[in-house]
């Protein structure tokens, strides 16, 4: 049974941090890509991070570069985490762990984030 389990979103204020943490079990953790998406209210999904151990790639949306932080830990235990700093009113959103390879896609839970200005 695969879980995704999210947590760490809360209220923050405009240029707080937050930590989000993304508890996996049931896959292969370093077979799959880890990123965290993220949806406002009445926006479409963006992808703001992803992690591929795979190919040993990064990518950041341009939104959050230089203020977010991914990493991953697969030894102690399999989790995903999101530094968050310097956090902006606009970054307000539900955010959601993903693991996807070639043949599966899983999601967690989601955490809301909520940034006061």
């Known amino acids: 049974d695969v879980q995704l389990q999210a947590s760490g979103g809360g209220l923050v204020q405009a240029g707080g941090s937050l930590r989000l943490s993304c508890a996996v079990s049931?896959?292969?953790?370093?077979?799959?890509?880890m990123s965290w998406i993220r949806q406002a209210p009445g926006k479409e999904r963006e992808v703001v991070s992803c992690?591929?151990?795979?190919?040993?790639?990064?990518?950041y949306a341009d939104s959050v570069k230089g203020r977010f932080t991914i990493s991953s830990d697969s030894k102690t235990e399999n989790a995903v985490f999101l530094q968050m700093n310097s956090l902006k009113p606009e970054d307000t959103a539900v955010y959601y762990c993903?693991?996807?390879?070639?043949?599966?896609?899983?999601w967690g839970q989601g955490t809301l984030v909520t940034v006061s200005s």
């Open positions: 049931g896959i292969t953790f370093d077979d799959y890509a």
């Open positions: 993903n693991a996807h390879s070639n043949w599966s896609d899983y």
């Open positions: 992690t591929s151990k795979s190919d040993g790639t990064t990518y």
